[in-house]
């Protein structure tokens, strides 16, 4: 089973090995992906809040497009369709003082120069 | 074809799916009705505490104290690990002004019946060591805690499943008609006549209430919080602005902002979010931040539940309020009691529409 290869093209793995491990920070397998869906999740976004895939410190990196292609496997809705999870800052973990004062930020709140 | 059910709930958050679960202990097949899934607004972007200490007036708290009695009950009827931990809670003072205002609110609160009591700086350091030895002293009160709010709208779902209730997931309602005592829904799925409506949609309530001509008295605010990385034990109680999760990770921050519905988040924000933890816990300065996150509340103009029946609409019910997650279970039981037999065990007058002058149309 090579899951990265399922994470570069989008595509479910063929033999769906149910304790395949779709979430690596969280521990998700194959079966608890699927069992959101069959509950009722159609987003990426509802997964997560069912089973906190995509919660953990790769915030979705690691395993979105695995379970975007599960979604589009078990609902039948084009992979294409389908909304990708919100993206939110930090993209990656950030120490906490990083983020402490407004000066150190400037360069990234502040935006383009003016003229 | 038309759907006929006794009752419809328009929204599935924490107070929708509440009511629900209970609708469905008595007996009722209740439809319940989403334009997403349940727990993917509000009561999936929150502190989730589950919190009385600063709950003003008398009436409120004791209304709120009494959802907080409820909890264990209903954990154990959810027959599910929710993740409910009474922690105690604590409002920290860093100055002798806010100890003043602190100790007066306590005066207050302990006349209402609430078992709470002011710290010295020694004893709330002892209480929870990491906390900014620059703090001069605390509020405290034991019946503070908080819940994981995702597993408490799964567990409320999966309840009011087994009880017999229906959810519409991803059903937008299009329009609503009064019709012969009964309400007509076109909704996305198809037509729905319900004897009974509930609108329990928090935030999205001014878009339902439009439906019916009804101008909701309410406001929105956004919420910004931070979330760290898995950390071992470090903060024990619930503390005002912060708390740690199972899983180790703490959540911190709170803010308001009159934005609408935008849930995104702000760098400006985040800055001060991070001050605020940094102030409350210094140990904070070291850990990764994995996510901000901004949760929209909705919050009555005057700041107090709105629960009841609508004014004017026969068979209407409304149960909208800020604190969804604290008054989830005390909501699903005096709505149940109301819907079923008219009546609610506790006033709910404090809480009638009809107090806000400009709610109907």
Redesign the interface.
């Known amino acids: 089973m090579n899951t990265d290869e399922g994470n570069r093209t989008g595509q479910a793995p063929a033999d769906h090995d149910p304790w395949l491990i779709v979430c690596r920070c969280e521990e998700l397998y194959w079966v608890d992906i699927v069992e959101a869906i069959r509950a009722g999740a159609r987003t990426l976004d509802e997964i997560k809040r069912l089973t906190r895939c995509g919660m953990g410190p790769c915030q979705w990196k690691g395993c979105w497009s695995t379970v975007a292609a599960m979604i589009a496997e078990e609902t039948g809705v084009p992979l294409a369709e389908l909304a990708p999870p919100r993206i939110r800052a930090p993209v990656r973990p950030v120490r906490l003082d990083a983020l402490l004062t407004a000066d150190q930020a400037a360069g990234l709140g502040a935006g383009p120069p003016e003229d | 074809m038309t759907r006929h059910v006794e009752i419809a709930i328009l929204g599935a958050g924490a107070v929708g799916t509440s009511i629900a679960f209970h609708l469905a202990q008595e007996g009722k097949n209740p439809l319940v009705i989403d334009r997403?899934?349940p727990?993917?607004g509000t009561s999936?972007a929150t502190a989730a505490w589950v919190w009385v200490q600063t709950k003003t007036p008398d009436h409120y708290a004791q209304f709120t104290a009494a959802s907080i009695d409820l909890y264990p009950i209903l954990t154990r009827r959810l027959g599910m690990d929710i993740e409910y931990h009474r922690t105690g809670g604590i409002s920290v003072a860093f100055s002798d002004t806010e100890i003043a205002e602190l100790s007066h609110l306590a005066d207050q609160q302990r006349r209402a019946g609430l078992p709470v009591s002011m710290l010295s700086r020694e004893d709330t350091l002892r209480l929870e060591p990491a906390l900014n030895p620059a703090l001069t002293g605390a509020m405290y009160c034991p019946l503070d805690g908080n819940v994981n709010p995702?597993r408490l709208v799964?567990a409320l779902r999966q309840g009011a499943l087994a009880g017999g209730a229906e959810?519409w997931?991803?059903t937008d309602v299009i329009a609503i008609e009064p019709r012969g005592g009964r309400y007509r829904l076109s909704t996305s799925r198809g037509l729905v006549e319900a004897e009974t409506l509930v609108l329990s949609a928090g935030p999205w309530s001014s878009q339902v209430g439009a439906l019916l001509g009804i101008t909701m008295p309410v406001k929105l605010s956004r919420g910004q919080m931070?979330v760290?990385?898995p950390l071992p034990p470090l903060v024990r109680h619930t503390i005002q602005g912060l708390r740690q999760q199972d899983n180790g990770e703490i959540l911190f921050g709170y803010s308001h902002e009159e934005v609408g519905l935008d849930t995104r988040?702000t760098?400006?924000i985040?800055?001060e979010v991070?001050?605020v933890?940094?102030r409350l816990v210094p140990a904070?300065?070291?850990?990764?931040?994995?996510?901000?996150?901004a949760g929209v509340r909705v919050i009555p103009n005057d700041g107090l539940p709105i629960l009841g029946r609508i004014p004017g609409m026969d068979g209407a019910f409304i149960a909208v309020t800020h604190s969804g997650i604290t008054l989830s279970p005390i909501i699903g039981e005096v709505m149940t009691e109301l819907l079923v037999s008219g009546r609610s065990s506790v006033s709910l007058d404090p809480y009638a529409m009809e107090r806000f002058t400009e709610a109907r149309s």
């Open positions: 997403g899934f727990g993917g999936g995702f799964s959810f997931t991803h931070l760290t990385e988040t760098l400006e985040i800055h991070a001050q933890g940094v904070l300065r070291h850990v990764h931040i994995v996510r901000a996150f």
